[in-house]
């Protein structure tokens, strides 16, 4: 009965405390992306997925943006000021990254390039890798897979990141706004010129934009958030919104795809606001499965190219990057989350009052 009963997403949140949804749904959000591109990098596009399938594709990545979105902006209301708050995003996103660059560059692509060692490391495009530490986009390394259907990719969900990196410097540009409304105000602007990028005179600046459904997401779960208090979850509303967003993705060949992002905000919000079995969320490998999946699907390309089934990229890739999420968790991730607000307050004095109040 109570999967009808109707209830605002901020009295949930108080009634339940913290769930661990969230965390279940960005596991199976980071699942989702390394099936997705077990067949894309196996055949070089997506083309080889039916379109059920590829509906519920085109669901994962604005999914995880909805979530982000959700999740920063409670971290964002937590914080004492602006800077503990992109300390503590540095914290979060970089260290796993920039090792996960790090070993690419300097181990992974030395064993497979096609170049001498000494011609690899002396090679520009080595030293401008290292570049999407500081967000900007390289995806290649000097011989390193050059014959795969996806040709030439190391690590093709980085641009993700540096996608979400970008959302965090807007969001903490709004969040200069010195009150709460005007705020507010920025952030439903935000959306609707992310909805509307056509519209003239402000709208035009963000034609430029790649993945607009993406930050749209994003932002739509920071609204989410903020508006959480007149949000009345209920499952059978989760149902129809889940339904309409399949509709939507189902639309080929050009999927309007930001049309999908208020109510894949709203599915998200009701999944994530209930628990699992604690064994499934102890750990949290969703980050590094993501991270490191891409290179390792690649591998098994230039490893076995007589062997390229979309499934069989699958059972050899998962396990081994599930290995490294669990090594770059207990290694890098959960000793540095474990201190992070110790860290945060040696590198900023932070203000006593809320950056932006509830």
Known sequence: MSFFISESLE??????????????????????????????????SAGAIPPPLRALAHLILPGFFCLSGYLVATSLSRCASLAEFLVLRVLRIMPAFSLVIVASALVLGPLVSTLAPADYYGHPSVAAYFQNMLGMPHYRLPGVFTDNPRTGIVNGSLWTIQLEVACYLLLAGLALAPRRWLFDLLLAVTVVLLLFPRLPFLGLVLVWLPAKHLPLAFFTGV??????????LNGLCALLAFGLCLAIAWNEPEPRLEWLCLPLCYVVAWLGTHNLPACLT???????????????????????PGMALWWMN????LPLALLCAI?????VERPILARRHELAARLVAARPDALVRK
Request: positive net charge; charged residues 15%; contains cysteine.
């Open 11 to 44: 009295r949930r949140r108080a009634r339940l405390g913290r769930t661990n949804g969230y965390d279940g749904l960005r596991l199976l959000l980071a699942l989702g992306i390394v099936c997705f591109h077990s067949v894309t990098i196996t055949n070089g």
């Open 223 to 232: 609204l989410l958030h903020r508006l959480a208090r007149f949000v009345p």
């Open 282 to 304: 102890r750990a949290d490998y969703s980050y590094g499965l993501y991270l490191t999946a891409y290179p390792i699907q690649q591998l098994y390309m230039q490893f076995f």
């Open 314 to 317: 699958l059972l050899f890739a």
């Open 327 to 331: 090594g770059l968790w207990h290694g």
